[in-house]
């Protein structure tokens, strides 16, 4: 018997809480119904738990590596950065969508959706620090400079609403969620730089329209 890698596991279990609609019931039974060892499992993961946030970074980790394939990418200001990356980000979501749904809508409890994003809200709040922290070294006034917990943490608030309002998409190829993208990545650039709030208005005259129509 081949030995299970850590994507063959993850694949296996992505299909078989889909196929069944519901999360294994043991170890031992995601095991043996997959052809692989609990000791090849547990090399990789202490639990199920621990696998479902190794998934999310795998998400996270795939549309990194979309971006910095992208020749163009380090020529691109901070915003176009951000952009890119949420546009890649949930085309890697949209491309396991169904899974995503499932996870997230299984966990009623608010608590268990967001214990499975820890990671994830670790890896997105790195990247945003570290647009911020460049931006920053750009300014030569301490004054002018952004502070990078309140951005970062920001960027993941930001990153939930965005997966919330994916999640509740209709729109043909997701337009929509494109279109929140951009308004709302553009809205909190434009309020860290403490330019007028034009974009925050246009963000929030949108995000009204959605609601009442």
């Known amino acids: 018997m081949t030995k299970a890698s850590e994507e063959k596991i993850i694949a296996a279990y992505m299909d078989m809480v889909l196929l069944n609609e519901t999360e294994p019931k ?4 995601f095991c043996k119904q997959n052809n692989f060892t609990e000791e090849e499992f547990y090399a990789f993961y202490g639990s199920f738990e621990g696998l479902q946030k190794k998934i999310w970074d795998r998400f996270f980790h795939h549309s990194i590596t979309l971006i910095e394939k992208s020749k163009d990418y380090d020529t691109l200001s901070n915003q176009d950065k951000m ?14 969508r169904s899974y995503v749904l499932f996870t997230l809508k299984e966990q009623k409890d608010m608590m268990k959706q967001l214990s499975q994003l820890k990671g994830l809200r670790t890896r997105i709040k790195g990247f945003a620090a570290g647009l911020i922290t460049e931006r920053n070294d750009e300014k030569q006034l301490k004054i002018l400079k952004n502070s990078v917990t309140v951005f970062s943490e920001g960027a993941w608030i930001q990153t939930l609403f965005l997966m919330k309002y994916w999640m509740d998409d209709n729109s043909p190829k997701f337009e929509k969620t494109d279109i929140v993208i951009e308004k709302s990545v553009r809205a909190i650039f434009d309020v860290f730089d ?6 925050v208005i246009d963000f929030g005259k949108f995000l009204w329209k959605e609601r009442m129509a």
């Open 26 to 29: 043991s170890v031992y039974k």
């Open 194 to 199: 403490t330019t007028p709030l034009e974009s």
């Open 83 to 96: 952009l890119t990356f949420f546009f890649t980000f949930f085309e890697v979501l949209t491309a396991n």
